[in-house]
């Protein structure tokens, strides 16, 4: 039992002064911090704002939690014009505080930079929250009522979205009709174009219709008209019944030759 109670009291004077420890630890960082945030004031208020960014993240290193850290290298960079990262450090701030007045503060510059941002009704949210962890701040009070001003008019400046969407499906439409009247147009113009088509074939088909005939009696012509160098078919047969004829004369004189007892020689003409 003696040695029971021996190792309860070696082990909880062993937590304790890990406790100790840790706590030193903690101490320690939070005053290194707080050294950090002090020198990057002063250096701010020289306007070394260089120097003073590089202290205040010094501060937030060693300890990531330090709502002073973030919340004054918010405010510097907000001084400087850098919304964006002065949002995101006080954002910063009002997360890892504690305290309602480091809450309001947080939420109040985080309104602030909103309003700079043009982002009126989000702003009105952020200085919302700051009233709740602070209602007595008349100043917070009268951001808010130009946050609201400012929501409302962007409100009533911002077009409607359902005007939207129908502006856009009759834009749609206007375009669609536009589309089918300019097919439609072009139908009719291919359909034109075709019976034009069909219509000349078929009047050059007409007009072939009596071709051959005219070829056939040019032909015929062709061939009674004579041609140098050749007879033709009428020269020949007159050329015949002239020989016939003379054929006809020489044997009728042979016969009365022979009746007479006289021999003759008969002629060629050609």
Not at 74 to 92: F, P, V
Not at 153 to 175: I, S, T, V
């Amino acid at each position: 039992m003696k040695h029971l109670t021996l190792l309860v009291l070696l082990f909880t004077s062993f937590a304790f002064s890990q406790i100790d420890e840790n706590q030193k630890e903690q101490l320690s960082a939070t005053k290194q911090s707080n050294d950090f945030v002090y020198e990057a004031n002063q250096l701010m208020d020289t306007d070394d704002f260089i120097s003073a960014e590089k202290e205040y993240r010094k501060a937030i290193s060693k300890q990531p939690s330090s709502v002073a850290g973030t919340y004054n290298l918010g405010n510097s960079y907000y001084k400087k014009g850098n919304y964006e990262e002065a949002l995101y450090r006080q954002q910063q701030a009002a997360k890892n505080a504690t305290e309602k007045s480091e809450k309001h503060k947080a939420f109040h510059n985080i309104g602030n930079i909103l309003m700079k941002n043009k982002q009126c009704k989000e702003a009105v949210e952020a200085y919302k929250s700051a009233l709740r962890n602070d209602p007595t701040d008349d100043e917070t009070r009268y951001n808010l009522g130009l946050a609201k001003e400012c929501a409302e008019q962007q409100k009533d400046d911002q077009p409607d979205e359902n005007q939207d969407k129908d502006k856009e499906k009759n834009d749609e439409d206007k375009d669609k009709d536009k589309d089918d009247k300019d097919q439609q147009d072009q139908d009719n113009k291919d359909n034109k174009d075709d019976q034009k088509d069909q219509d000349k074939k078929e009047g050059e088909d007409k007009k072939d219709e009596g071709k051959p005939k005219d070829e056939e009696g040019k032909d015929e012509q062709q061939q009674q008209k004579p041609q140098p160098g050749k007879l033709s078919p009428q020269q020949i047969k007159n050329l015949l019944e002239a020989m016939n004829n003379q054929e006809q004369k020489v044997q009728e004189k042979m016969n009365a030759d022979k009746q007479k007892g006289i021999k003759v020689e008969t002629e060629k003409d050609w």
